[in-house]
């Protein structure tokens, strides 16, 4: 691994502190006005905001890991050239993102396909709950579990196979590929772990156009927060070796920069892996605190909210992990870099637990406008996270820090 | 760093993660004090005062959706008043001594509706003005469960309320402080929600979720208690207190107004903490398919109902007509109701002929 000892020296800890509060106070208003309760917009429905905000994630993901910001330029170092270069990206993305959601999912798929991702479809279609605000709701848990299944596909590719197999492309070929290739994988992975519970989202359920939820014999529950917890896990880990782990272990298999078809499967497979273990070992937890939870209950004794549960703290690690990375120069950077991404991992976790205790306190009821306690069937902090997550995503890689100085590490 | 060194202290730093994690045993709330004896009942009849807290679930979505969804605040919506009804029912408890002793639930919503249903669908007015009704539980906060609380007031003002403690201003706005509230509409026009005008003066028992000493219940009568759980609501609202009831030689019996804590888990918290606990029955809302859509978690209630045995099952409100159809198809003990509702002068634009509700005017024994 690289000695990045020196860089370290050069790196301003004050301006990060200070750009990750302002970041933070941004995220605020944001909620405020768009999510927010008591707010403006009052988006937070709350699947018609999270839809939103998932999408733009998975926009802004695009952008950076698979069309490495083809067709703009991938890089830019200077001050002005930075705000004018993250203004530019931040208003296609949000353009995207309206296109993506209004024009893709609602007035396209939704219209000429599968009627489910599509409001005006499923009252069209008429039927028992079909009417606006249910088939909103509706439409928008089909757009976020595409999008989850995406933002995995995407960034696993990233990290694993990286550009192979189009490493001598141009940037214009690379994108479109590997955009294809994300896509066809996010469908297959939506179909099997989700569309089954969109299926069930109607009365009657659409048995038809999916199986019963086939997880719900062994799960206590055919909600599909079960694949959702999974992959949030495992996102976890994609994302602290990526990150923290600054690509390691996978990179061992094979040279240079560019990915190849092992390490891709090894990476996979062994985020796969670690996010199942880290899902059983955060069930097992939660069942000592809360006991075993059973079917048909509800709060924290639902199955189905302790599967969400681990993957609301998988978001939290994926935070932590952003912003250990994005303000605090991924310190340590010390020699050893086997004991620098242990000490970035355990740091990252005392921060995620340190946003959880935010998060479930009066102090987020006062912020977010969010009822105290946890479990809520209409509250997942995901929500809050992913807007985070892609503020952060945002300031990082579109404004490249601006105006602090870019991260050298 | 060599590859084999690094994959080394990756395998013993995983290890001992494994190892750590294996012995996480955090004393948490798994660790249940001992169990509740609190007295028992002869027998405990329910009277559906009203459980049409609206009436055409498409409006009172609209009113949500329009104003922020299931996460909004409930004081800030100026909902379409027409709409609007109320839950209340009537609890007629017999001691083991024969002596029956009432208790009212809720007060409903629109104050207009709610006077109709106490004075001239039933004679809880009467009763209350009599003194028969002299204490009244309010299960939570929601606005069809609790704005209508001067329907109640205006006969008996000093009735003893059990409530939540988990209560925001408005809330003690309403009950105490003869409030009138408004709420701004799309065109920033001012629209009267609520108002009170005759202030509860009588005792108000704030119950806290620990219970009144510690063991998590408040004991309204023997074989009666209270139990609040701290659980967040949609529409900003917080907690909501449930009735249970030992019935003699039957089982424990609960009566809820929406039962957000979910219909399993007080049945679990009975069987975690009252003595001797039998599943018997379960009253009122449910909180399932509400607004008659449907989740695969629904599905799971219906598997859950089946295993914990709940020999009667009488719902309405908030369960959902299609849920409540759903599991007398699947055999859960449904209890049917009557077509009592359709003298009513406003009806629900769910209620279906299958009669799987106890509707307004019907009535269970337990």
Known sequence: MPNTGQIVNKYSFTSGIVSFLCISAIVCVLWYVFMHADGVMKLYTPMYGFSLVAVMMASVILMVKVLDFYPFSPSSSEGGQRLARGLILTLVTLALTLVLVYGFFWGFIGKFGVAYFSPDSIVRSG?????????????????????????????????????????????????WSKTCAILILSIITYVICFHPHVCFLFYPPQNKAGVEPWWSGFAGT???FFGLGIILCSLAWVVISDLLWEGFPWRFLCKGEEGCFARGLITITGCLALGLFTFVVLLKTMNVYWMEPFEGGQYTDAPYFRYLHTGEIAGFCVLAAFI???????????????????????????IAGVIYVFYYSPLSTLILGKVPGIAQPDDTPLVWTMLFLTVILVHTEFFRLWPMEPNKS | ???????????????????????????????????????????????????????????LKKNMMDYGGAMTNQYTVPWDWDNAGGYAALITVTTMDGKEKKILLDSGWNTEWMDYIFQEKSNVAEMLKKGEIDTMVVSHFHLDHFWGIESTLKHKPDITIFAPNTYYPEDMALLKEKAHI?????????????????????????????????????????????????VPILLRVRGEGVLYFNVKDKGIVTVTGCCHPGLLSIF????????SFKPYGC???????LFENWDPKF????????????????CNHCTGWIWAEKASQEGIPIVKGTDKFKTYKKQSTVAKTSNVFLTNGDSIIF
């Open chain 1, 127 to 175: 039927g028992t709950g079909a009417e606006p605000f249910n088939a909103r709701e509706n439409a928008s848990t089909a757009i976020i579990y595409f999008s989850t299944a995406f933002l995995w596909w995407s960034l696993v590719w990233d990290t694993g196979f990286v550009k192979w197999p189009w490493t001598d492309s141009t940037p214009g070929v690379r994108a």
């Open chain 1, 222 to 224: 055919g909600s599909a």
């Open chain 1, 324 to 350: 250990l990375k994005g303000y605090f120069n991924n310190w340590p950077n010390w020699t050893n870099s086997f004991v620098n991404a242990t000490v970035r991992s355990l740091l990252a976790f005392v």
């Open chain 2, 1 to 59: 760093m060599k590859r084999r060194n690094f994959l080394k202290s990756m395998a013993a730093a995983g290890m001992a993660a494994t190892v750590s994690g294996g012995s996480l045993a955090i004393p948490g709330r798994s660790n249940a004090a001992g169990k509740v004896n609190f007295g028992e009942v002869k027998a405990v009849k329910v009277d559906v005062l009203s459980e049409t807290s609206w009436f055409n679930n498409d409006i």
């Open chain 2, 182 to 230: 408004k709420a701004k509409d799309k065109d920033g026009k001012e629209v009267a929600i609520c108002a009170n005008d005759h202030p509860h003066t009588g005792k108000l028992e704030l119950c806290k979720p620990e219970g009144e000493k510690g063991d998590g219940i408040y004991q309204i009568m023997p074989g009666v208690a209270y139990k609040v759980f701290d």
């Open chain 2, 268 to 275: 679990s918290f009975a069987r975690q903490n009252f003595d």
């Open chain 2, 283 to 289: 009253y009122g809302g449910l909180h399932v398919s």
């Open chain 2, 299 to 314: 599905d799971d209630l219906i598997k859950g109902v089946k295993a914990f045995k709940i020999e009667k099952v009488a």
